[in-house]
């Protein structure tokens, strides 16, 4: 169903490595990357007591946070060296509470573009009883130029 | 702006109070009920390097995650008693970078309903400079009889 | 991709096609189905004057009042016989301008629910030169008792 | 609530107007322009069978496509002389059947930018007994330079 898509930048894995290692949220939720490709990228989380909403499942801040991460890498992935990416906007449907022992969220991108890049995700719980789909995120991000921190 | 909402349930801000209190997530925040009012709700987080994207702002993740849970409980305040609140969806537009010493996120019910409530809020970061309003958001909510735990 | 589903009115198919007769718009559209399953159906709209934007293309407006009732109606397929369908919310990305002979909407039933029924579709500009993706819909059906005309 | 806003084209009436003309479909809705003001736009669009859903109600591809036209105008007064309006993606919840002798959409800037500008916007039916609110809308819209057709 994805396009194959050519990156502009050999070295996107590394880029996307680096950028979620300095996310102080993503380490708080022990997030790991499980897959990085040219336009799709997916992440995944333990669960925690710490990450958990009223009923002891993932609380739907950290299954649209991980959404939002796997799209605006999928993103950057397809970006320019120079660049980096930022959510636009992005709307998502719960689909089932989120409970298992880890959540694992697919980011691709639908159709890159030159400002602005149309990515789509599904989060799925993960339990000894398999795979449930629990949301689904359409997105909208834009690649700006990296600050020179130098 | 906001209708005089009439409470089906006197105890409204306990019953908010007291889900908010077993949230893991919020708790991991550090997130702060500032306001709740029949039909409103205001939360606040303050700044930690734990909640931040890779430059150092607050991560969307959490941008998102109070402006659900302020709709959540905007809708929960207007029902009755046993009902609990789930997310049905939710759509957020980024306005601006938030960076601040806190974040505060604003929901309110646009149109309560037997099985829907649709809710509207805005974030804002809070800094010495003042407030900027960096999301708003529009979501879904739906009441669902509460379990019986005991 | 599309699960299979069961449809709990074997009649579904005769249900959306009096129902989408009744369409004032769809008739002024000159809108026709062109595929009706059990949880999947495509409109097709040809290409008039009277449909388009400023520059001449079909105008989003169109695009995405057929990708709304393309989701509405296979979210009806699944319904049982006493029931229609509402559009609680949806939410559409425009990926390229819809320039062509006709316009195609294909929706389909994501997660069918009791109350709420999520669904996801495209929109084609369809020419001489093929077929493009011009929009993506997420949309939340829900479907309530028929009303009694008699 | 709106911020007063300085448009940076004194002609920004007779753009939204003329551009308004040229949209085959908004004539076909015989849609007017009710008010134009810098970041802030109506359109009424009067009854007509010819404009139905199933039921005999405003279908809601009308009611989205005049919002979505709303706020793509109401971005544009704020655009310099050079530009055009195109929807980037849009998102609404509907949130009573629109029943009524006309149909009303305002549109409204919430922060415009550089390249993309977001906006809100809701819908009311108007009839006899009054004004009824039935739609809001959340959506990103961007400016690409017009296009010389000489």
Same mark, same amino acid.
């Given at each position: 169903?994805?396009?194959?898509?050519?990156?502009?930048?050999?070295?996107? !894995?590394?880029?996307?490595?680096?950028?979620?290692?300095?996310?102080?949220?993503?380490?708080?939720?022990?997030? !790991?990357?499980?897959?990085?490709?040219?336009?799709?990228? #997916?992440?995944?989380?333990?669960?925690?007591?710490?990450?958990?909403?009223?009923?002891?499942?993932? *609380?739907?801040?950290?299954?649209?946070?991980?959404?939002? &991460?796997? +799209?605006?890498?999928?993103?950057?992935?397809?970006?320019?060296? #120079?660049?980096?990416?930022?959510?636009? !906007?992005?709307?998502? $449907?719960?689909?089932?509470?989120?409970?298992?022992?880890?959540?694992?969220? *697919?980011? !691709?991108?639908?159709?890159?573009?030159?400002?602005?890049?149309? +990515?789509?995700? #599904?989060?799925?719980?993960? &339990? #000894?009883?398999?795979?449930? *789909?629990?949301?689904?995120?359409?997105?909208?991000?834009?690649?700006?130029?990296?600050? $020179?921190?130098?």
């Amino acid at each position: 169903m994805i396009p194959a898509f050519e990156p502009r930048d050999p070295d996107f !894995e590394v880029r996307v490595r680096e950028s979620l290692a300095r996310q102080g949220l993503l380490a708080t939720f022990a997030a !790991e990357l499980r897959s990085v490709r040219p336009g799709a990228v #997916d992440i995944e989380v333990p669960y925690s007591p710490a990450l958990t909403q009223q009923d002891g499942f993932f *609380h739907a801040g950290v299954t649209i946070a991980i959404l939002d &991460s796997a +799209c605006g890498y999928a993103a950057l992935t397809l970006m320019k060296p #120079d660049m980096r990416v930022l959510t636009v !906007e992005l709307k998502v $449907n719960l689909l089932a509470p989120a409970v298992g022992d880890s959540l694992h969220a *697919h980011g !691709e991108v639908l159709r890159p573009g030159r400002n602005l890049t149309v +990515c789509r995700g #599904d989060a799925y719980a993960i &339990s #000894d009883g398999g795979s449930k *789909h629990v949301a689904t995120i359409l997105a909208t991000m834009t690649g700006i130029a990296e600050l $020179n921190d130098g």
